[in-house]
């Protein structure tokens, strides 16, 4: 078994490469795209140099496993989707385990669904994807973006900005192995402790009966000191395997899939300005620079290290914690005697559990009729927090006295660190815990109409249990947790039970069935689709809301409320409480192509997407009555797409416009006849967002050795409406940014007529690759344009200092823009008698160590956190494969 590069191969077997079809996630999907019907002969549709652009309706773009082996090995596989045009990632780290951001153009991850043989990776609560979980790149077979539209039998509940479907590589036919070695550093002065390792192994068993019986199973360790982050490591095991059995041979198979992936990693550095900008005047400049990406370099390694100090250790005198039920002390910190140990935002863990098996199987029901059946199941234990205070003492309220958590602070009624009193407060830890169970299917019937028809009727059933927790941990004397996971040792109160600050299940189920038909009449090719998703949430709040922001108190289990209830069980508190939302819509997704030579053609389609609100804004919801502000309206999009394809074996090329229509955005805002008529902080629909755009990309070869890959895109928005933002204050009446006259006036944000923020207005970079015999030098750039830092796309003006001697500062109201060069180069040492070869690989990112704003959030008004974008580094791997 050997990887193939694009200048090792000729043509033919650059060709091979792409002779699977550069289809969708699922096996439907997948066969259904494959037909004849919409193949075009010598229109080149496996690709130029890893990159594909697939004849359909809609704006998709492929990378196939070319490209990707030119990238870093171990690299996440969101930041090789940073070549599509109208993708906008920023990482963390150049090396990928420490997590990062990207929008689709202008939507967020959040709405875009990112899906692994059709299995879906978004969390299913809020939507979020950790792109730090990714499956190791080795195994891949290509990445499939459908950029503002999904596929038809999609497991998703928001996927209104488009969709990254990632495909396992089959396993190989004949008996090889592939291993990876790589060595890395950060390549900027003032980084210490950086060196990144990290080893790859793959064995591929070949065809052991003779009857397309093969597999392949993977394991990889990657370790590295996180360059923003003093004292933080990442540690990251997985495993990858694939079981794969034809039947007869006409295509139809039967497979099992797994993958499992270990993360031990402390955040990556990301703050809120405000948090950093506590240290005194003569540290304010630099921070608020070095944040901004403003200034000169060298105060960013030495940022978050001014938030805390490490190695630290509490004051030797304080007496230990009790860690365990009511049994002997252990380690522990006094709380108010810790001389800050183990506070620093640098020190919070975010480790993770992941694991799925997918299924995946066609069977030939008849000639013209085929099934497929995709089942799968995964498996999530994850959780991020920090340091907080553990009380000894009960909550008393109306002559009550309970454990739990109570406005914000955790109460256990016992003596935690042995000193034969209750009036200590014990330094802990509190993560937020979420398990995740998530079931799924995906099932077509694929019917061939005649030789240029054929319809699909797709069933998908997908069902994720969702358990969030709270639970607490004690900290040891060095500021560590007892355990990262603190549901593997909670600290437990007086009665023997958890102290949660939060304590909820739900359950979100869809079922959805959609039919789409594909037919060609001469040059003209016709795709009609319908999906009707029919989505659940079954939320259970086993604490009492406390408001809309989501605030609970969590009294530990088994204890008389009645005083509680008496004294706090009002308009401010809701009892725990279950309830149901349901949503549903009907769905079109209409397309055609009109080919005006072998060579050129036209595209256009029409999507109708639907995102349902997550789990957050549902549990806050559960604060109000359950009346129209308990229940946000789901978000919708009409995405029109138009565009120009040129293909013919040398060149592939794509130049498409967009416009999508996004309805009843939904955000936190003060709606103002909420709370019978008293007005309330609630996540609320804002109304219409128009967005637009245009994305091209070429990949020319103009030699056998040589490749020219140029990509572009222009991104705009326009918000409809101002956000109402509360009620007027007389220093808000006198202030220019809010749109209200008088004292107690519902005062507005103005975003009216704004755009996004978040998303650059333009990128564009290039990728050129050329081979000298042996020898393959690549080169690659990305440009990306600025981004407004909020919604309403006004100068972002700051107070901060300490002690009442605050220093303004103007942020402006844009990120600037930025540009980033890599280089790669790619050494044959030799090549096997039976197949593969030995090679060193060189990979330089970020070359001239362009020092720029990376991840933020974009918001409303403000500017909550930003990143700081991920410095130059190296690395040197060698690669066999035979």
Known sequence: MKFKYLLATSVAGI????????????????????????VVTGRGDDGVGGVEIP?????KQVLNEEIIRRQRPGQTVNDIVNLVPGVSFQNNDPWGSSGGGFTIRGFGADR????????????????????????????????NVNLGTTDVDSPTASATGGTINIRTREPGDDAGIVATMTFGDVLAGGAEDTIYTRGFVMFDSGDITGSGTKAFGSVSYTTYGVPYNPYGRVNKTQFNGRIWQDIGSNGDFVAVSGHYNQNRNNFAGSESIGDLIILGDEDLADLVQATLGTSGKKSRFELYSLSGEYPCASNPNVIAAEVGGTGSPGAGIDYSDRSGCGAAFYRRYNPSDTGNIRGASRFTISDK???????????????????????????NVNGGSYTGAFNGGYYFGRDLNGDGDLDD??????PSQTQTKRYGVIANLIYEIADDHRARLTYTWDRARHRQTGQISAMLQNGEPLDVFAIDAPLLDVYGNEVNKRDRLSFAILHQ?????????????????LRAPFFTRELNQNCFTTSAGGFVDCPSPGQDLSNYVDASFNDDHVAPVSRTYKYDKLLPNVGFTYDFSNEMSVFANYAKGLSVPGTDPLYDSLYLADDAFARPTPETTDSFDLGLRYQNGDIEAQLGAYYTKYNDRLATAFDPEANDGEGEFVYRNLGKVDKWGLDGSIAYRPTRNSLIYVFGSYNDSEISEDVADGTCNQFEVDNDFYSCNAVGDIQFLPTGGKSESGTPTFSFGARGQIAFGDLELGAQFKHTGPRFLNDTNLDVVEEFGPNGSEVSYNFGSKAPAYTTVDLDARLVLGEFATGGDAAIQLNLTNLFDEYYIGYFGGSLDGFGFAQIGAPRAGSISLIIGY
Not at 123 to 134: I, R
Not at 425 to 430: L, M, V, W
Not at 513 to 529: C, I
Request: glycine share 10%; proline share 5%.
């Open 55 to 59: 004849d359909t309706t809609k704006a």
């Open 15 to 38: 060709a091979a490469v792409g002779a699977m079809p550069a289809a969708a996630q699922s096996t439907g999907s997948i066969d259904f795209d494959e037909a004849d019907v919409i």
């Open 112 to 143: 875009v669904s990112q899906t692994l043989d059709g299995l879906p990776l978004n969390d299913s609560g809020n939507y979020a994807l950790y792109t730090n979980q990714q499956v190791d790149p080795e195994v891949l077979e290509e990445v």
């Open 369 to 395: 009729l085929t099934f497929t059946f995709d089942p799968s199941y995964q498996y999530v234990k994850a959780n991020g927090g920090g340091p907080d205070d553990l009380r000894e003492s009960f909550f």
């Open 425 to 430: 407060e014990i330094a802990g830890n509190d």
């Open 513 to 529: 069935v959609s039919a789409e038909y594909v037919g060609r009449f001469g040059d003209f090719q016709a795709k009609l689709a």
